[in-house]
């Protein structure tokens, strides 16, 4: 089964410490003033992981 990255908006405080690790899964949308995770195929589980090491408020999970 497909795992996917999430972002709990709730507790993101956008830091773009996501963005810094991983640009090509994470982003900040401007026009909606939120971080978002970029739509792709396959996420490389290293680097999001990396990102969730690196998130100070531990709002990036794994979905199925």
């Known amino acids: 089964m497909k795992k996917y990255p999430s972002i709990d908006l ?4 956008e830091c773009m410490g996501c963005v810094e690790v991983a640009p090509h899964i994470f ?6 003033g939120y971080m978002e995770v970029i739509e792709l195929d396959e996420y490389s589980q290293e680097d999001v992981e990396e990102a969730m090491k690196n998130c100070p408020e ?7």
Request: charged share 35%; aromatic share 12%; with cysteine.
């Open 58 to 64: 531990d709002c990036i999970s794994w979905e199925d």
């Open 10 to 13: 709730g507790r993101c405080n």
């Open 27 to 32: 982003r900040y949308n401007k026009l909606i």
